[in-house]
Nanobody
């Protein structure tokens, strides 16, 4: 069993930066796909960014390319999401998801086996 715990959310102004963390425990992600999703009130959960643990290949939604960076720390078994130039539309609950797999991260939430509890990001204009 794997537990994912997100942290780092908060209230920021548009244009600011924020870094989210997703710490995994229970089992190391030696072969895994890990992704960040977000969900705004009244909207579906959407893929933001993903990383293939083995090799570190990264994938992004078009809406965040060039502004967000996903990366991992093997020693800490943690995935980070660095968010720069935040926009009002980036606000929402951010969730970390993972699955033990050699596949690249997919954009469908139901594919993932493990989820964190989420961390809230609020962007003021």
């Amino acid at each position: 069993q794997v537990q994912l715990v997100e942290s780092g959310g908060g209230l920021v102004q548009a244009g600011d930066s924020l870094r989210l963390s997703c710490a995994a425990s229970g089992r190391t992600f030696s072969t895994a796909a890990v992704a960040w999703f977000r969900q705004a009130p009244g909207k579906e959960r959407e893929f933001v960014a993903g990383i293939k643990w083995s090799g570190g290949s990264t994938y992004y939604a078009d809406s965040v390319k060039g502004r967000f960076t996903v990366y991992r720390d093997n020693d800490k078994n943690t995935v980070f999401l660095q968010m720069n130039s935040l926009k009002f539309e980036d606000a929402g609950g951010y969730y970390c998801a993972g699955r033990s797999s050699t596949s690249v991260p997919v954009t469908t939430p139901s594919w993932y086996a493990y989820w964190g509890q989420g961390t809230q990001v609020t962007v003021s204009s």
